[in-house]
Structure formats: structure tokens, C-alpha cells
């Protein structure tokens, strides 16, 4: 479709106000003459109140903004001094089954998670409650949680009961956390009754860093004492 002259007109007074936005300010002349129409009432308005007005929505979305920054700065500060918390108590357990009790009471009452089982390649790990993932449906998952963190895994309802037993059926949502230790091979499944608590898009980043943390705890535990000889093995 071919521009019109006033098409071809109103470009050209768009590019001369762009270019030269002082303009109006010397030609008061003008802004006697040019009026708006005022939104929602038909009536007329001066330039100087629509440009108010879009100021004000402009500025209204900056406060937005600027709030969901600071929105997300306060959650990764909380975040942060969850995860300071954590390895101070992993530093202070004494052995793997201690690396355990801490890690799980942290998760259920500092990161609010409401179902975690913990499973392992092998059952000869010396933790109450410890899932050793043996058979052939289970390995995919075992394989899963030593290759890193995921959210929005999908669960059958046979490893749910296996892993979360009767609360598993209401499960919604999970995630895993690895664990890649000489202590333990294996992760940490996390389970919620909220559908989007571990969505695909949740994000895994302070799963991988809890799994660094307690793999390093549990590989503290295993080294030999001074003077002992041996290989490693669970405290």
C-alpha cells in the first residue's frame, strides 16, 4: 500500500520532533493550537498532560521492575545464607550417617521440602531409609541423579511408592539431587504435592550446589586418619 501525502507528511513532522525535541518549547504559539483528545472522555487535553501520563506509565513500569529485582536479590540473599548454614552443619558432622541426619533435617526444615528419599547404588549403605535403586526399572534414575540436578522429572507410580512409600500418591512434583561421593553414589529425590514446585522451568542451580556440599561432607568422612591405612570407608 502506497503512503498518502499525509502519510508522507506526518513522517516527516515525526523525524523533525525526533531530531529536534526542544522545538515546541520555543513555539508557544503552537501549543495554543495543538490538542489531544482526552482519553475515556472525548474532551480535549494539552500535550503537556499526555506526556505526563506517559511518564507516569513509564515510570510505573520501572517501579515494577525494580521491585522484582529486588524481589529476587532478597530470595538469593535467603538462599545463600540457607546454603552458608548448611555447610557449617556439614562441617561440624563427625560422620556419613551424621552428613545424613543433617542434610535431611536442613532440607525439611530450612528449604521447606515437604517429601526426600534417598536412594543408593548399593543397599550396604549404613543409613536408615536409604532406597538402593537395584532393579532395571530404577537404574535410568539412578544414572539421572549422578549426571547432575534436574526438576520436573516424571516418576512411575511403582518408583514413587518404592521411594516415598504411601505419601508418594500424592506427590505432583519432583526433583533430584546428586550425590557423587566415595561414601555414596546416588541423589536425592525431592517430592511435592505442588505441581510447579519442581516444574521443568524451576531451575537446578541450588540443587547442584547442595549435592557438591554433601558429596564433599560424605568424602570428608571417608578419608583414612593419619597414620591409618586402608581404603575409605563409611564412618
Same mark, same amino acid.
Given at each position: 500500500?502506497?503512503?498518502?501525502?499525509?502519510?508522507?507528511?506526518?513522517?516527516?513532522?515525526?523525524?523533525?520532533?525526533?531530531?529536534?525535541?526542544?522545538?515546541?518549547?520555543?513555539?508557544?504559539?503552537?501549543?495554543?493550537?495543538?490538542?489531544?483528545?482526552?482519553?475515556?472522555?472525548?474532551?480535549?487535553?494539552?500535550?503537556?498532560?499526555?506526556?505526563?501520563?506517559?511518564?507516569?506509565?513509564?515510570?510505573?513500569?520501572?517501579?515494577?521492575?525494580?521491585?522484582?529485582?529486588?524481589?529476587?536479590?532478597?530470595?538469593?540473599?535467603?538462599?545463600?545464607?540457607?546454603?552458608?548454614? @548448611? *555447610? &557449617? $552443619?556439614?562441617?561440624? %558432622?563427625?560422620?556419613?550417617?551424621?552428613?545424613?541426619?543433617?542434610? !535431611? +533435617?536442613? #532440607?525439611? /526444615?530450612?528449604?521447606?521440602?515437604?517429601?526426600?528419599?534417598?536412594?543408593?547404588?548399593?543397599?550396604?549403605?549404613?543409613?536408615?531409609?536409604?532406597?538402593?535403586?537395584?532393579?532395571?526399572?530404577?537404574?535410568?534414575? @539412578? *544414572? &539421572? $541423579?549422578?549426571?547432575? %540436578?534436574?526438576?520436573?522429572?516424571?516418576?512411575?507410580?511403582?518408583? !514413587? +511408592?518404592? #521411594?516415598? /512409600?504411601?505419601?508418594?500418591?500424592?506427590?505432583?512434583?519432583?526433583?533430584?539431587?546428586?550425590?557423587?561421593?566415595?561414601?555414596?553414589?546416588?541423589?536425592?529425590?525431592?517430592?511435592?504435592?505442588?505441581?510447579?514446585?519442581?516444574?521443568?522451568?524451576?531451575?537446578?542451580?541450588?540443587?547442584?550446589?547442595?549435592?557438591?556440599?554433601?558429596?564433599?561432607?560424605?568424602?570428608?568422612?571417608?578419608?583414612?586418619?593419619?597414620?591409618?591405612?586402608?581404603?575409605?570407608?563409611?564412618?
Amino acid at each position: 500500500m502506497s503512503e498518502t501525502p499525509q502519510d508522507d507528511d506526518a513522517q516527516r513532522v515525526r523525524a523533525f520532533l525526533r531530531k529536534h525535541p526542544e522545538f515546541l518549547w520555543t513555539e508557544e504559539e503552537l501549543l495554543t493550537e495543538i490538542t489531544l483528545p482526552h482519553l475515556g472522555l472525548g474532551s480535549a487535553s494539552s500535550l503537556l498532560e499526555r506526556q505526563v501520563q506517559a511518564l507516569r506509565q513509564e515510570n510505573l513500569l520501572l517501579q515494577q521492575r525494580i521491585a522484582a529485582l529486588l524481589g529476587a536479590a532478597q530470595q538469593n540473599a535467603v538462599l545463600a545464607r540457607h546454603l552458608s548454614d @548448611l *555447610a &557449617m $552443619a556439614l562441617l561440624r %558432622a563427625q560422620d556419613c550417617i551424621a552428613v545424613v541426619e543433617v542434610t !535431611r +533435617r536442613h #532440607l525439611s /526444615e530450612v528449604f521447606q521440602v515437604e517429601q526426600q528419599a534417598w536412594l543408593v547404588a548399593h543397599s550396604d549403605f549404613p543409613v536408615t531409609g536409604a532406597v538402593a535403586l537395584e532393579a532395571e526399572r530404577s537404574r535410568p534414575l @539412578l *544414572a &539421572m $541423579a549422578i549426571a547432575g %540436578a534436574r526438576t520436573g522429572l516424571e516418576l512411575h507410580p511403582d518408583l !514413587r +511408592r518404592q #521411594l516415598f /512409600e504411601a505419601p508418594g500418591a500424592g506427590l505432583r512434583s519432583f526433583a533430584i539431587i546428586p550425590l557423587d561421593g566415595s561414601c555414596l553414589s546416588g541423589g536425592i529425590v525431592l517430592g511435592s504435592q505442588h505441581p510447579d514446585r519442581y516444574g521443568a522451568d524451576a531451575g537446578s542451580d541450588l540443587l547442584e550446589q547442595i549435592g557438591r556440599l554433601v558429596s564433599a561432607a560424605l568424602d570428608r568422612c571417608t578419608l583414612p586418619k593419619a597414620g591409618e591405612g586402608g581404603s575409605p570407608a563409611c564412618a
